[in-house]
């Protein structure tokens, strides 16, 4: 962003006209009902659960299982709040299990963009929903094949790019 404003490629009013403010919203709101999550014992509640169940699985099962849940929340809610809630609990699940926590943090931001088989899960699939004529097992129907698609290969490839 800094190299566009100073290179002159727009200017700072431009620059601040295209924040979303809803979006901006969202995401603050978020924040702190993922803080509430952690506060209130809600993530230790899932990390105490999740861990025995994940606990000595290879590196690429763990980014699977990761995906998974995050991609399925991300079809049915907002990818933004998916991002907020999910994090703090695999960065508590990796403290746990004794892994790094960033390859579990990367698994959820691929997963919580990989919206595809829904028209809610993502704000552009809503907006093409209605005038596109379309129907929802249309997007199952697309849509699945993509998950799965970035399913495997975020399971292939995070664990090669990162040390668990």
Request: hydrophobic content about 55%.
């Amino acid at each position: 962003v800094a190299i566009v404003l100073v290179t002159g490629c727009i200017d700072a009013e431009e620059a601040f006209s295209s924040v979303d403010g809803r979006l901006l919203g969202l995401l603050f709101g978020m924040l702190g009902v993922g803080a509430g999550l952690e506060h209130s014992g809600a993530v230790d509640m899932v990390v105490n659960w999740a861990a025995p169940v994940l606990k000595g699985l290879p590196p690429f099962a763990l980014v699977f299982c990761v995906y998974v849940a995050t991609s399925f929340l991300t079809e049915i809610i907002s990818n933004n709040a998916v991002a907020v809630i999910v994090t703090p609990v695999v960065i508590g699940l990796a403290q746990t299990m004794g892994v790094d926590p960033r390859p579990l943090i990367v698994t959820v931001m691929i997963g919580a963009s990989a919206a595809f088989a829904t028209p809610i899960g993502y704000q552009t699939n809503t907006l093409v929903y209605g005038p596109g004529g379309y129907r929802f097992t249309d997007f199952v129907r697309f849509g699945l094949p993509l998950n799965l698609i970035s399913a495997a290969v975020c399971t292939l490839v995070v664990p090669l790019l990162y040390d668990f």
